[in-house]
């Protein structure tokens, strides 16, 4: 069950969980890092998987799910200070960050700087795997606000399910009464600030400087905003990463396929687990 801890002056919601069968007590832990507005419920099919030979944390990032929801500026350096010291507070010294949408652009920003701390790095779709629009980014943070919320999650909405996903209508259901349930100044500053953030900012800039062993994945009908472009480029900019593609998939892979998308995440995770000093 999650619980909540107090970490950086905000009241966070977490899971940990797992391991829950026999496994090497060495593994590194895996932290699953939500999406933009994403919550610890969307990762509850994906989650046991991980937990059978790994220990699992997810946490509710300031914003969004049941973790506090400030009304404060909200930007990807204030999210990487938060889970490092989410990380402290746990006494857990490293582990593999895991993510996809603006959880995968966080993984490799963790990655790129604490490369010491995160010693391999898995993510899917990130956000940031684009050409950088900082004019685009300020004029956002200057006049977005609660009226533009809902014309944007509804653009945005239909590209983050396959037509052909049978819990497509639910998972919409589902988020669409969530925001209705949270919404807020702080939610509200949230959405517009870390959208700002990641479309001001372009993953291409720190994508030749990763040097850990790095996953990309990839649902083959996930082309909102160039993102199938963006992620081979970024393939290709990621020194000895390797690619995974899943076909008929879109953005939302742990919501797909939770299955197969940890399986692709333990697969890696172990195969390149060094051999003795985890």
Same mark, same amino acid.
């Given at each position: 069950?999650? #619980?909540? +801890?107090?970490?950086?002056?905000?009241?966070?919601?977490?899971?940990?969980?797992?391991?829950?069968?026999? %496994?090497?007590?060495?593994?590194?832990?895996?932290?699953? /890092?939500?999406?933009?507005?994403?919550?610890?419920?969307?990762?509850?099919?994906?989650?046991?998987?991980?937990?059978?030979?790994?220990?699992?944390?997810?946490?509710?990032?300031?914003?969004?799910?049941?973790?506090?929801?400030?009304?404060?500026?909200?930007?990807?350096?204030?999210?990487?200070?938060?889970?490092? #010291?989410? @990380?402290?507070?746990?006494?857990?010294?490293?582990?593999?960050? +895991?993510?996809?949408?603006?959880?995968?652009?966080?993984?490799?920003?963790?990655?790129?700087?604490?490369?010491?701390?995160?010693?391999? @790095?898995?993510?899917?779709?990130?956000?940031?795997?684009?050409? %950088?629009?900082?004019?685009?980014?300020?004029?956002?943070?200057?006049?977005?606000?609660?009226?533009?919320?809902?014309?944007?999650? !509804?653009?945005?909405?239909?590209?983050?399910?396959? !037509?052909?996903? %049978?819990? !497509?209508?639910?998972?919409?259901?589902?988020?669409?009464?969530?925001? !209705?349930? +949270?919404?807020?100044?702080?939610?509200?500053?949230?959405?517009?600030?870390? %959208?700002?953030?990641?479309?001001?900012?372009?993953?291409?800039?720190?994508?030749?400087? /990763?040097?850990?062993?790095?996953?990309?994945?990839?649902?083959?009908?996930?082309?909102?905003?160039?993102?199938?472009?963006?992620?081979?480029?970024?393939?290709?900019?990621?020194?000895?990463?390797?690619?995974?593609?899943?076909?008929?998939?879109?953005?939302?892979?742990?919501?797909? /396929?939770?299955?197969?998308?940890?399986?692709?995440?333990?697969?890696?995770?172990?195969?390149?687990?060094?051999?003795?000093?985890?």
């Amino acid at each position: 069950m999650p #619980a909540f +801890v107090d970490v950086a002056g905000l009241r966070l919601r977490y899971l940990d969980v797992g391991p829950t069968s026999a %496994a090497d007590t060495d593994a590194l832990p895996l932290l699953v /890092i939500p999406g933009h507005t994403a919550r610890i419920e969307g990762f509850d099919e994906m989650v046991p998987r991980l937990a059978e030979r790994h220990r699992v944390l997810v946490v509710d990032l300031p914003g969004s799910g049941e973790s506090e929801k400030p009304e404060r500026r909200y930007d990807l350096t204030f999210y990487e200070d938060v889970i490092v #010291a989410f @990380l402290d507070h746990l006494g857990v010294a490293q582990a593999v960050p +895991v993510g996809g949408s603006l959880g995968g652009n966080l993984v490799l920003r963790l990655g790129h700087r604490f490369p010491d701390r995160f010693p391999m @790095l898995t993510l899917w779709a990130p956000g940031g795997a684009w050409k %950088a629009k900082p004019r685009l980014a300020a004029l956002m943070r200057r006049v977005c606000g609660r009226r533009l919320f809902w014309p944007s999650v !509804r653009i945005q909405s239909r590209y983050w399910y396959a !037509r052909d996903f %049978a819990g !497509r209508q639910q998972g919409l259901d589902d988020t669409f009464a969530y925001y !209705r349930r +949270v919404m807020s100044p702080g939610f509200v500053a949230m959405y517009w600030g870390i %959208a700002a953030d990641q479309i001001g900012q372009s993953l291409f800039d720190i994508g030749p400087s /990763i040097t850990q062993p790095s996953l990309l994945m990839w649902g083959d009908q996930d082309h909102g905003a160039g993102m199938g472009k963006g992620v081979a480029h970024l393939h290709d900019l990621i020194p000895g990463s390797e690619l995974v593609v899943f076909p008929g998939r879109r953005h939302s892979l742990e919501a797909e /396929i939770p299955s197969e998308l940890a399986t692709a995440i333990v697969g890696f995770v172990e195969a390149n687990a060094p051999e003795t000093g985890r």
